[in-house]
């Protein structure tokens, strides 16, 4: 199986499947690209710094997903979020570290400065729920699940591909 993409419904639909089983009253989508999750995530509000996300396609169907305009195009540090508004906050794609499908790094969809001060917003927004799919070694993830204080719930799956052996998948609880 592949890593959430415009290529992978599956995935897509088990995220949101998992989302909504929580109930949600506010779901964030960080970096939301495509915005996929717009129609399969309830109640879900979603940024990007760019319209289209890396695809620069306009509303409607592709590759079989549906594309969606971001609710806000802004970094993640100009965010109109308050602290703890958010019952979940998903982060699928958008806190990758060493993106190799970054040409230019004015292209990322956070603060440039480095992956934990981008996952500060994540951790401030969030109520209960921070789901990631990245590409995080299972090292990284355990470094900041501790500094956060954050519970790893269930599985961390990983979907690995040729050249990222980690794409992992998981859910963290405050």
């Known amino acids: 199986m592949e890593i959430v993409s415009h290529f992978n419904d599956n995935l897509k639909q088990i995220i949101a499947d998992d989302i909504n089983k929580v109930k949600p009253n506010l779901v964030i989508d960080v970096g939301c690209g495509n915005f996929w999750s717009k129609g399969l995530v309830s109640n ?13 396609t306009s509303p409607g169907k592709v590759l079989g997903g549906n594309v969606y305009e971001p609710d806000y195009i802004c970094t993640i540090k100009e965010a109109p979020f308050e602290p703890e508004c958010a ?13 190799s499908n970054i040409i230019n790094e004015s292209d990322r969809r956070y603060t440039h400065k480095d ?5 500060d917003f994540v951790y401030k927004w969030s109520k209960k729920y921070i789901v ?6 299972t090292n990284f993830i355990k470094v900041v699940t501790k500094k956060y204080k954050l519970k790893i719930l269930g599985d961390i799956v990983n979907y690995p591909k040729p050249q990222v052996p980690h794409n992992y998948y998981w859910w963290m609880k405050k």
């Open 87 to 99: 019952d979940v906050v998903m982060c699928i794609g958008s806190l990758n570290i060493n993106d």
């Open 44 to 56: 879900v509000v979603g940024f990007d710094q760019s319209k289209w996300g890396r695809i620069g």
């Open 132 to 137: 990631i799919r990245a590409r995080w070694t």
């Open 115 to 119: 992956t934990l001060s981008d996952f």
